[in-house]
């Protein structure tokens, strides 16, 4: 079965503080994402990559950057931790074959609180 | 990408088919439509997708209209598990476009 899976399901870190959001997939996919997702606003888009070393910014990129070193894992770095990053953090990657479309695969997220 | 339109929430009877539906009337010719859900607590799950054919898979059966700018999600027997926010999508091609989610639907179903 295929998997996407994000390192923590829970996460405190304090305000100022350097946070790392690893996410690792086992599918061989080219193109991996990052959402958050906050009550009201839905998933918005944070980062995204099509390929490795690649990076592409979302719709949110403020305040965040992104890694990839490596094809199966894509990481979501805060610089500088603040309250208002205190959200549900969702990875996905997707794979699109000689024109067919697998649709994305989501890990199960990782609720960050910053205090 | 199209903007998509769908009720805030619907009920639906355990064991019945859920008929969930989507307004797209901007979708453009090389749009296709994805429906994704949420279950509480985890991350969305793909479902099915089309460009203008009616699709099934093992999930749910795509609807959509001739003129392309609705469609309908069914759930043809509908568990308690189906409770979730059912997301409907319209983009170029999610494989290699990022995907922008609305609000859903949130679908309760019923014992």
């Known amino acids: 079965d295929v998997k996407v899976t994000q390192s923590s399901r829970y996460l405190v870190k304090r305000t100022g503080e350097k946070v790392f959001l690893e996410c690792v997939q086992d599918?061989?996919?080219?193109?991996m994402f990052w959402y958050r997702q906050d009550p009201g606003l839905g998933l918005r888009l944070i980062y995204f990559?099509?390929?490795?070393?690649?990076?592409e910014k979302g719709d949110i990129p403020e305040g965040y950057s992104v890694s990839r070193e490596k094809k199966e894992r894509f990481s979501l770095i805060l610089e500088s931790a603040s309250t208002n990053q205190t959200s549900m953090y969702l990875c996905?990657?997707?794979?699109?074959?000689?024109?067919?479309?697998?649709?994305?695969?989501f890990g199960s997220g990782t609720r960050l609180t910053v205090v | 990408d199209a903007k998509t339109t769908q009720p805030t929430s619907m009920d639906c009877a355990e064991g019945r088919a859920a008929n969930l539906p989507c307004n797209h009337s901007?979708?453009?010719?090389?749009?296709?439509v994805y429906w994704y859900r949420q279950i509480h607590s985890q991350g969305p799950q793909y479902i099915i997708h089309?460009?203008?054919n009616n699709e099934t898979n093992e999930m749910a059966s795509l609807i959509i209209t001739e003129d392309r700018k609705s469609s309908t999600l069914i759930l043809p027997h509908a568990t308690l598990r189906d409770t979730a926010v059912y997301y409907c999508?319209?983009?170029?091609?999610?494989?290699?476009?990022?995907?922008?989610f609305g609000k859903g639907t949130k679908l309760s179903v019923i014992p």
């Open positions: 996905a990657s997707s794979l699109e074959l000689q024109g067919v479309d697998y649709g994305y695969t």
């Open positions: 599918m061989d996919h080219e193109n």
């Open positions: 990559s099509y390929d490795v070393k690649m990076k």
């Open positions: 901007t979708i453009s010719g090389n749009e296709y």
């Open positions: 089309g460009l203008k």
């Open positions: 999508i319209s983009t170029k091609g999610a494989g290699s476009y990022q995907l922008t």
